[in-house]
């Protein structure tokens, strides 16, 4: 199994960009897709965007798409989310997460392991 910690969360005005970062350990890291999810106070978690294993393949999101960007170093064992162009309801707890397997997936029931959310606030 993979352990997973995100980073780069914070309090931005809207417009603004923010990078996060999921460190994950294990061996597996490298074999699996990657995503990243978001919940928003008393919803469900949202699919965001997902990675393959090689970073080859992306998928996005409609809302978030042509604004946020996926990526992943696999030296680094680290999965990335660059969010440009931030709104107000951007604004929820986003959480990176392990697939089951290579390819990507953006059903949460197909990720296997999650970090512990990192707070991301969008102001006006």
């Known amino acids: 199994q993979v352990q997973l910690v995100e980073s780069g969360g914070g309090l931005v005005q809207a417009g603004d960009s923010l990078r996060l970062s999921c460190a994950a350990s294990g061996r597996t890291f490298s074999r699996v897709a990657m995503g990243w999810f978001r919940q928003f106070p008393g919803k469900e978690r949202e699919f965001v965007a997902t990675?393959?294993?090689?970073?080859?393949?992306?998928y996005y999101a409609d809302s978030v798409k042509g604004r946020f960007t996926i990526s992943r170093d696999n030296a680094k064992n680290t999965v990335y989310l660059q969010m440009n162009s931030l709104k107000i309801e951007d604004t929820a707890v986003y959480y990176c997460?392990?697939?089951?397997?290579?390819?990507?997936?953006?059903?949460?029931?197909?990720?296997?392991?999650w970090g512990q959310g990192t707070q991301v606030t969008v102001s006006s």
């Open positions: 990675i393959s294993w090689s970073g080859g393949n992306t």
């Open positions: 997460a392990a697939g089951d397997g290579p390819s990507y997936r953006t059903n949460s029931r197909a990720f296997g392991s």
